[in-house]
């Protein structure tokens, strides 16, 4: 177990798992974001849920942490610091990208009204929460959290032209095409018949142009469905080549010149940034998006808002249409973030920075509340 000395003579001891598991995007996301403070990283296996939540409930007794941050707002995880703020104080603090209610509500409403409950009382009984945009800060603080910041996340270093002109060459796209891409998951959603990149393939299907591509990156049940709806474009003008190596997603990104950033203009899309934001800003691609709370804040440069009430909509599809039709690449080189990262708020270091100090403050006023041990 390692410590972080404080200036002022206190040792303080931070924990942090991830619910999404060991090994996850989760995982180095909080323990990048923790790195000054040196914590004690927990394990913790998605897949066997009861079995990590007695095993994590172990790990933290025995670490006795003055605060545990939590990556996530899986239930399993969440459970385990409830009990603990209950039956023996323990303070964490819960770092999350999504609105628990809303989400779950998207797959049922019993199950939305559970998810909502769960969320509050977690953020109620919290010492502080971390959000991955400023919207869920402030859902966070309205269902009782005392303190709040946000850390927006980091995509990784640009790469060059020439590796994204590689990229186009093996998929068999023109080097003056024009492409709109995605690098995502590809999860599909019976409830709506959607999965990220659908709005893509159908609005490329819609236009009569031979120098637009649509690229689309990432794998899941939703792959296939995407194949068979492109159709005889499919290796043309539409390409589904299926995942990639987290090490080769920037070289992808640099193949594409227009990004799309599909979120529903509802409660779980309104509170979202997504993993692709960072990623877009990073590779500084301008990107298409509907009529969220992040395309009025970063917009106007570096964003098309389109109208319709989700991705899956057919005014979103129609409006997507229109813009690949007479879409040209002054067009989108006048769009691309004049400031790919206004504020330095998907910057890796200075978010490292702000949720250290704000993690060590929360870990102070605990150790304050609880008094001498």
């Not at 409830?191 to 159908?202: M, N």
């Not at 992808?252 to 692709?276: C, N």
Request: proline content about 6%.
């Amino acid at each position: 177990m390692s410590h972080r000395g404080e200036p002022n003579g206190e040792r303080l001891v931070v924990a942090c798992f991830a619910t999404q598991g060991s090994g996850s995007l989760d995982e180095r996301r909080i323990q990048r974001l923790l790195g000054p403070l040196e914590p004690v990283a927990i394990g913790f296996d998605h897949a066997r849920r009861i079995r990590s939540a007695l095993s994590l409930w172990r790990d933290l007794r025995r670490a006795g942490p003055d605060v545990v941050v939590m990556e996530g707002t899986g239930l399993a995880g969440g459970l385990v610091l409830l009990c603990g703020r209950v039956l023996g104080g323990r303070s964490y603090i819960v770092s999350s990208g999504d609105a628990v209610g809303p989400f779950l509500q998207a797959r049922s409403v019993p199950l939305g009204l559970v998810g909502g409950a769960y969320e509050r009382l977690l953020c109620r009984l919290s010492a502080g929460f971390i959000g991955w945009t400023p919207y869920l800060v402030g859902r966070a603080l309205t269902f009782g959290a005392p303190r709040a910041m946000t850390a927006a996340n980091w995509g990784m270093p640009p790469a060059e032209p020439e590796a994204g002109a590689a990229v186009r060459e093996r998929m068999g796209i023109p080097s003056d095409a024009i492409v709109f891409g995605l690098v995502g998951s590809l999860n599909w959603t019976a409830r709506y018949g959607y999965c990220y990149g659908q709005e893509l393939v159908r609005a490329r299907l819609g236009i009569e142009r031979d120098d637009l591509h649509v690229l689309v990156i990432g794998g899941g049940d939703g792959l296939e469905r995407l194949r068979a709806l492109a159709g005889d474009q499919l290796g043309r003008t539409i390409h589904l080549p299926g995942p990639v190596a987290a090490d080769a997603v920037a070289e992808h990104l640099a193949a594409i010149d227009v990004a799309s950033l599909p979120q529903s203009v509802d409660r779980v899309g309104a509170f979202r940034y997504s993993t692709k934001l960072s990623e877009y800003r990073a590779a500084g691609l301008p990107f298409v998006t509907g009529q969220i709370p992040l395309g009025y804040d970063l917009g106007p440069d570096g964003l098309w808002r389109l109208p319709g009430d989700a991705p899956w909509d057919d005014v979103y599809v129609r409006a997507l249409c229109v813009l690949m039709t007479g879409l040209d690449r002054a067009a989108i080189d006048a769009r691309r973030p004049q400031d790919a990262d206004a504020g330095g708020r998907f910057d890796a270091a200075r978010q490292q920075r702000r949720v250290s100090e704000f993690v060590r403050d929360v870990a102070q006023r605990e150790r304050r509340r609880r008094g001498p041990a």
